[in-house]
């Protein structure tokens, strides 16, 4: 079946290490999207690629990275820097830009300790 | 400045009554795109509908409805006989048809009680 596939589904990482989130879709979309959300936040926009080897800023990128080196695939890393990590992650994707709806994988919940 | 506005943060009914979530978007566009999502306690949000801002005819699938109403800035939804699997977090959200980001409110949380 189509979709996207984020992985892992629950993630725990100590204080100063970064951890990488994957987000893989087979549905040949050439937008993808990364969120965060937080309660009561709604949300937010980190990341967003509308082609392979490009991506732009959201509104909260700092203390992440992405790449975009294949189409399928978009993996979001959260690195040290990010001083309130511990939050859902959301990877989205949609066959054009904005216009087009929205495809969510089932999210990453991460966790610092 | 673009924003979602939905004041109401947790609603709670009981089964089988009808229920309306407030949606209130602030843009400067003409021309844009609004939609609500749905999620539900999986944690995936699903797509439910897209209405562009030239209709502002009124949608009606099945139980859910959706009345756009530009001189309100409003896109509320409504869900008639509720049933408990419509519990979830819903999200409107708006974007400008040119731009790659769209804006999400911060949802309301549906309660439908048995």
Same mark, same amino acid.
């Given at each position: 079946?189509?979709?996207?596939?984020?992985?892992?589904?629950? !993630?725990?990482?100590?204080?100063?290490?970064?951890?990488?989130?994957?987000?893989?879709?087979?549905?040949?979309?050439?937008?993808?999207?990364?969120?965060?959300?937080?309660?009561?936040?709604?949300?937010? !926009?980190?990341?967003?690629?509308?082609?392979?080897?490009?991506?732009?800023?959201?509104?909260?990128?700092?203390?992440?990275?992405?790449?975009?080196?294949?189409?399928?695939?978009?993996?979001? @890393?959260?690195?040290?820097?990010?001083?309130?990590?511990?939050?859902?992650?959301l990877c989205a994707s949609s066959?054009?830009?904005?216009?087009?709806?929205?495809?969510?994988?089932?999210?990453?919940?991460?966790?610092?300790? | 400045?673009?924003?979602?506005?939905?004041?109401?943060?947790?609603?709670?009914?009981?089964?089988?009554?009808?229920? @309306?979530?407030?949606?209130?978007?602030?843009?400067?566009? @003409?021309?844009?795109?609004?939609?609500?999502?749905?999620?539900?306690?999986? +944690?995936? !949000?699903?797509?439910?509908?897209?209405?562009?801002?030239?209709?502002?005819?009124?949608?009606?699938?099945?139980?859910?409805?959706?009345?756009?109403?530009?001189?309100?800035?409003?896109?509320?939804?409504?869900?008639?006989?509720?049933?408990?699997?419509?519990?979830?977090?819903?999200?409107?959200?708006?974007?400008?048809?040119?731009?790659?980001?769209?804006?999400? +409110?911060?949802?309301?949380? !549906?309660?439908?009680?048995?």
């Amino acid at each position: 079946d189509g979709g996207i596939t984020q992985s892992p589904k629950y !993630l725990f990482r100590k204080e100063g290490q970064n951890v990488t989130l994957s987000c893989e879709q087979n549905l040949n979309h050439d937008a993808m999207y990364w969120y965060r959300q937080d309660p009561g936040q709604g949300l937010r !926009l980190i990341y967003y690629s509308q082609i392979v080897n490009d991506f732009q800023k959201g509104d909260i990128a700092e203390g992440y990275s992405v790449s975009r080196e294949k189409k399928e695939s978009f993996p979001l @890393t959260v690195t040290s820097a990010q001083k309130n990590p511990t939050a859902f992650y959301l990877c989205a994707s949609s066959i054009w830009a904005a216009t087009g709806e929205l495809f969510f994988g089932e999210g990453s919940r991460l966790t610092v300790l | 400045a673009q924003k979602v506005t939905q004041a109401q943060t947790e609603i709670s009914v009981v089964e089988k009554e009808d229920v @309306t979530l407030d949606c209130v978007y602030e843009t400067r566009d @003409t021309t844009y795109y609004l939609f609500w999502y749905k999620q539900p306690p999986s +944690g995936e !949000l699903v797509f439910l509908i897209r209405r562009n801002s030239f209709d502002e005819q009124n949608e009606i699938s099945g139980r859910y409805s959706w009345n756009f109403q530009k001189s309100t800035s409003s896109f509320n939804f409504t869900i008639t006989a509720s049933q408990v699997v419509d519990s979830a977090v819903y999200f409107c959200a708006l974007a400008p048809p040119w731009d790659d980001k769209i804006i999400f +409110g911060k949802g309301t949380r !549906l309660h439908i009680l048995p």
